[in-house]
DNA sequence: AACCTGACTTCGG
DNA sequence: TCCGAAGCCAGGT
C-alpha cells in the first residue's frame, strides 16, 4: 500500500476513545484534505484486520454516514457506549466530540 | 489505460 | 434543508 494510505491507518488507530472525526479530517491529517474517499476504502478493506475504531469516523455534517439496516445502529450504539451523545438522526455535536488530530 | 467503486465534500439552486 | 453535479483518492478488474 501506499506512503499515504499507510498513514491514514496510524491516524484512524490514534482516534481517541469518547472522540469522533470526519472523513475528510482524516484525509486533512494525513496530508491530502481531499482524499476522504480514500479513508472510506481504507475502513471498508481494513476495519477487521486492524481492529481499526471505525465508528468514530462520521461525515462534514457531524452525522452518521452508514444508513438504517446498513450499519446505522452499530455505529450509533458503539458511539453511544463512549459516551456520546447521538441524535436519532445519528447526528454528533462536533463541538463537543471533535478530535482535532492534535494528541 | 479505461472504467468502476465507496461509509466523502463542496457548491449551487 | 434537501438534492444533483462535479471533483478527488487508491485499488481492483
Redesign the pocket.
Known amino acids: ?2 506512503e ?2 499507510l498513514r491514514l491507518l496510524n491516524i484512524i488507530r490514534n482516534i481517541p476513545y469518547g472522540k469522533v472525526v ?3 479530517r482524516v484525509a486533512d491529517i494525513a496530508g ?1 484534505p ?8 481504507v ?2 478493506i481494513y ?1 477487521d484486520k486492524y481492529e481499526l475504531p ?2 468514530r ?1 462520521i ?2 455534517k457531524g452525522r452518521i ?2 444508513k438504517e439496516g446498513q ?1 446505522f445502529e452499530l455505529q450509533k450504539a458503539l458511539l453511544e457506549e463512549e459516551g456520546i451523545i447521538v441524535e436519532d438522526d445519528g447526528s454528533i455535536n462536533l463541538r463537543r466530540y471533535l478530535w482535532s488530530g492534535v494528541f
Do not use: C, H
Open positions: 500500500m501506499t499515504f494510505t470526519t472523513y475528510g491530502n481531499r482524499a476522504a474517499r480514500q479513508v472510506v476504502w475502513l471498508k476495519s471505525w465508528y469516523i461525515n462534514s454516514s452508514l450499519g
